[in-house]
């Protein structure tokens, strides 16, 4: 007896033995390739809740970091609130000047004799070149210690200013607000604005 030959397959028929192999080869790339995905997503996923993580752990110290400061904060506050508060008082005040003589009365003037007229109005010349030279250097007086108390007031100012961004509080409002209060949120926004 002769053995038996397999007859040769038909195209067809290798074909349809291939494909559950070609089938479970897609099938396990497409696997792959989901996990792959999935992976990355985990992955993505992880390093946003680090970097929220390392945020939060920041925060807390830079909260923890403004409550030991508080009174140095305070105080560098006070001081330059104050020396911006009495500056712009300094720049609204006004020089008033000394009260210049009064002009002769020319309905008592009349009553004069002419002499006695001319002398009234020599001696208001004379008291109201008295005036200017006084007045001018009352005025010279006045504008010399207004200069000399804002640039005092304006050191002071900067002064705190200094102090203040040593202590890593920016010279913005709303980071002097955020620092004098601790407030976590508000320096949460203070420090995201000055980071981007």
Same mark, same amino acid.
């Given at each position: 007896?002769?053995?038996?030959?397999?007859?040769?397959?038909?195209?067809?028929?290798?074909?349809?033995?291939?494909?559950?192999?070609?089938?479970?080869?897609?099938?396990?790339?497409?696997?792959?390739?989901?996990?792959?995905? *999935?992976?990355?997503?985990?992955?993505?996923? *992880?390093?946003?809740?680090?970097?929220?993580?390392?945020?939060?752990?920041?925060?807390?110290?830079?909260?923890?970091?403004?409550?030991?400061?508080?009174?140095?904060?305070?105080?560098?506050?006070?001081?330059?609130?104050?020396?911006?508060?009495?500056?712009?008082?300094?720049?609204?005040?006004?020089?008033?000047?000394?009260?210049?003589?009064?002009?002769?009365?020319?309905?008592?003037?009349?009553?004069?004799?002419?002499?006695?007229?001319?002398?009234?109005? *020599?001696?208001?010349?004379?008291?109201?070149?008295?005036?200017?030279?006084?007045?001018?250097?009352?005025?010279?007086?006045? *504008?010399?210690?207004?200069?000399?108390?804002?640039?005092?007031?304006?050191?002071?100012?900067?002064?705190?200013?200094?102090?203040?961004?040593?202590?890593?509080?920016?010279?913005?409002?709303?980071?002097?607000?955020?620092?004098?209060?601790?407030?976590?949120?508000?320096?949460?926004?203070?420090?995201?604005?000055?980071?981007?």
């Amino acid at each position: 007896m002769r053995p038996a030959t397999r007859p040769p397959e038909a195209p067809a028929m290798r074909h349809q033995r291939s494909s559950p192999l070609l089938l479970a080869t897609l099938l396990a790339l497409l696997l792959l390739g989901c996990n792959g995905a *999935e992976r990355q997503r985990r992955e993505q996923a *992880e390093r946003q809740q680090a970097a929220a993580a390392q945020r939060q752990r920041q925060l807390d110290a830079l909260v923890s970091r403004c409550r030991r400061q508080q009174p140095a904060v305070q105080q560098q506050l006070q001081a330059f609130t104050s020396s911006s508060a009495a500056l712009t008082r300094v720049d609204q005040q006004r020089y008033i000047p000394l009260l210049r003589p009064a002009a002769p009365d020319p309905a008592v003037l009349e009553r004069f004799t002419r002499d006695d007229q001319e002398l009234e109005k *020599e001696r208001y010349q004379q008291a109201l070149a008295r005036w200017r030279e006084a007045d001018g250097a009352e005025r010279r007086r006045w *504008e010399a210690g207004q200069a000399a108390r804002r640039q005092q007031l304006t050191a002071r100012q900067s002064e705190a200013r200094q102090a203040l961004a040593k202590l890593g509080v920016a010279a913005t409002p709303a980071a002097q607000r955020a620092w004098s209060r601790c407030d976590r949120s508000q320096l949460s926004a203070v420090t995201q604005g000055i980071a981007s």
